[in-house]
């Protein structure tokens, strides 16, 4: 079975939440984004979400927007992904790892290629922003032939009808974003997420992280309450990104890493004990 | 094999492997519903009559077929007929189409539109016809355009408008229309987003060709009046291909007219410094269609370089990339330098200064017109006045104001 799934259905039944990290590599330079996936989990990380540079980030705030220009700028596109995720690998056998980006990069390797590549590499989704169900029936044949799991966005506007046929093809979790808007924009309405899980759950029984808002142990503990996992993206990558690229670089990612994730994992995991 | 020109796109955008929705989970239920929209009231007779009340009256249509035949001597050749959409309202064939999705956006109850622009007269129509509205209008324009295109920020802001500059990536046109993307997202509720060329994801693609096709429909017409015939050959600038499209496809059916689309060589194509992707690109995904893009081997986009602002773009619309692929059209591309001296020519010989961006059109008209006999017809679409280009021409001159 598929490391993701096997981890989302561990964690459901243990009762514990999954915190999923975002950071998008080659942010803030090439050679921080390993060993501060490696601290993320060291902090609790159970997930990690790994974006892919692309010049045209369309989905983003200004906060990723510019970690995607940062890690352009040090050459980091999807080969060099692959290759960060090859590097990973090699002492982390364990957590799953989601890449997340657009397209174009996808494309322009070829769906079978691609996913042949990811799977060797130690990819085990694939959220593709500019991807919806419709238009994306060869790449998830492709990636499903390889063990990779598509992953799916879930917006407040998402109809039943097609969340149904969404979850009929959806590995891994449901990725539910938590506001109309870009990433890291304004703040979180709990109670409108609240209502929409609710929906969410009466038509299936997959995972569901949410994302879009979560950028602290408060965010995260009231949202980590309804849904069964969050997903820290802005946050974290505006930290990173505040990180002078040079010879302490690395080191600054790891601890920054844990400084962002530390008190989140702590509140997630206090929602359990109480419970 | 007869191709039928009038079904594509299919029911999911798709023109060929071209075009299509590709676009954030967030985006779907907005497009459904302009698409809903859309096929309500594209045969509503109530909505048909507005359109064309506001192009005779507010727009000023039919524009003119003009036999520009001092030119033609000059060219040595075919005769040489311009349509002249730089005679509408706000100087370009841009308000067709505002125009269009403006009455669109009232029937759904929106307040705000919103607009990306290159050059800024996609701009300064939305602005236009907000004002005339009364919505509340953004416009969405890159930096370097803002600086390149001074005087058109001015009509917008004149018109009520607020120009955004964006400092995202390149700072032109496509990133405008990411930054256009994401304000969509964030306020679909009470939004309507304008686009004003013929990509991004379906339905835009069709509605913008719909509303554009007025001027084909007219210039079929005008041409078979004034002449007894059909033209022999179309020529209109590429850039998104709005004007292109609209020129272009009324006649696709009428297999004796050929057809050029002219894009932009910039310095060069073999420079690498152009906005070609028809001519020099390959296909890919951006802004919410599959098509033909500036892109390097990593998928990522490339800048691109144009002495207009309006056809500085690293993609264009679906249609044409399936367009080229069909065969039916024949995609060439045109330098800066040879756009330059063509709107310099065009000036002088007939006392029509053409927008950078159709001098582009105007240039390889002239090049195709001497290749054939005289009593041949070349039509040109002239798809903007030249009065925006005046400073960007004479700083090449090295003239300041």
């Known amino acids: ?275 | 094999m007869a191709v039928d020109y009038k079904v594509l796109p299919d029911s999911r955008g798709h023109f060929g492997p071209y075009g299509g929705r590709f676009v954030s989970e967030t985006l779907m239920q907005a497009l459904e519903e302009l698409e809903a929209a859309y096929q309500r009231f594209r045969d509503d007779p109530d909505f048909l009559r507005e359109f064309d009340i506001d192009m005779a009256h507010y727009v000023g249509r039919p524009s003119p077929v003009y036999h520009a035949e001092r030119w033609s001597r000059e060219s040595g050749g075919a005769q040489l007929y311009l349509k002249r959409e730089d005679l509408n309202h706000t100087g370009a064939h841009k308000v067709n189409n505002t125009i269009g999705q403006a009455l669109l956006a009232k029937r759904m109850g929106k307040t705000r539109v919103i607009a990306e622009t290159g050059a800024g007269q996609h701009g300064v129509a939305t602005a236009t016809v907000a004002a005339r509205l009364g919505l509340e209008c953004q416009v969405y324009m890159g930096e370097e355009d803002v600086r390149r295109q001074s005087l058109n920020v001015y009509r917008m802001k004149l018109l009520g408008a607020e120009v955004i500059p964006v400092t995202s990536g390149s700072r032109t046109l496509k990133d405008a229309m990411n930054e256009a993307m994401r304000d969509w997202v964030t306020n679909v509720d009470n939004t309507f987003y304008i686009i004003g060329t013929v990509a991004g994801p379906h339905p835009y693609p069709m509605l913008v060709r719909d509303f554009q096709s007025i001027i084909g429909r007219e210039a079929r017409e005008q041409m078979l009046a004034m002449t007894g015939a059909l033209p022999d050959a179309l020529v209109a600038c590429v850039g998104g291909g709005s004007n292109a499209i609209g020129l272009f496809h009324p006649f696709l059916p009428d297999a004796s007219v050929a057809m050029y689309g002219v894009e932009a060589a910039g310095d060069g194509i073999e420079t690498g410094r152009h906005a070609a992707p028809l001519s020099a690109g390959r296909p890919g995904v951006l802004h919410g269609n599959r098509t033909y893009l500036m892109e390097d081997d990593d998928g990522q986009i490339i800048e691109t370089h144009s002495i207009s602002a309006g056809l500085d773009y690293p993609g264009v619309g679906p249609e044409h990339s399936w367009l080229k692929d069909t065969g039916r059209v024949n995609y060439v591309s045109i330098t800066d330098k040879e756009a330059l001296a063509a709107f310099h020519r065009l000036t002088r010989l007939e006392g029509i200064m053409p927008a950078l961006e159709s001098s582009h059109a105007i240039a390889y008209a002239e090049k195709l017109a001497g290749s054939l006999p005289k009593d041949a017809k070349v039509l040109v679409n002239l798809s903007g006045r030249g009065d925006k280009d005046i400073h960007t021409v004479a700083a090449l001159e090295g003239i300041r104001f």
Not at chain 1, 11 to 24: D, E, I, M, N, T
Not at chain 1, 120 to 138: F, K, N, R, S
């Open chain 1, 1 to 275: 079975m598929n490391r993701l799934n096997q981890r989302m259905q561990a964690l459901k039944a243990s009762g514990r939440k999954a915190l999923v990290p975002y950071l998008v590599c080659g942010d803030p330079c090439a050679d921080a984004t390993v060993p501060a996936m490696h601290a993320l989990v060291k902090a609790g990380a159970d997930v990690i979400e790994l974006g892919v540079p692309f010049s045209d980030p369309m989905a983003e705030g200004p906060v990723i927007q510019r970690a995607h220009e940062r890690a352009l700028a040090q050459k980091t596109t999807l080969r060099g992904t692959l290759e960060a995720v090859r590097r990973f690998r090699e002492a982390d056998k364990e957590t799953p790892i989601v890449l997340m980006g657009y397209a174009n990069p996808v494309e322009v390797m070829g769906y079978a290629a691609f996913a042949k590549a990811a799977a060797t590499a130690g990819v085990d989704g694939l959220l593709t922003v500019d991807m919806p169900l419709e238009e994306g029936g060869d790449l998830n044949a492709a990636l499903k032939a390889e063990g990779i799991e598509p992953i799916f966005l879930v917006a407040p506007t998402t109809s039943p009808e097609r969340l149904a046929r969404i979850c009929a093809v959806a590995g891994g979790y449901l990725y539910y974003v938590s506001l109309k808007g870009v990433t890291g924009a304004a703040h979180l309405q709990v109670d409108s997420v609240k209502e929409a899980l609710s929906r969410i759950r009466k038509l299936t029984d997959k995972p569901v992280c949410v994302g879009f808002g979560i950028k602290d142990a408060a965010s995260a503990s009231a949202v980590g309450a309804l849904a069964d996992g969050v997903v820290v993206g802005s946050a974290l990558v505006d930290r990173l990104g505040a990180i002078a690229i040079g010879a302490n670089a690395k080191t600054e990612a790891e601890s920054t890493s844990c400084d962002v994730l530390s008190p989140i994992r702590a509140a997630l995991d206090a929602l359990v004990t109480r419970a």
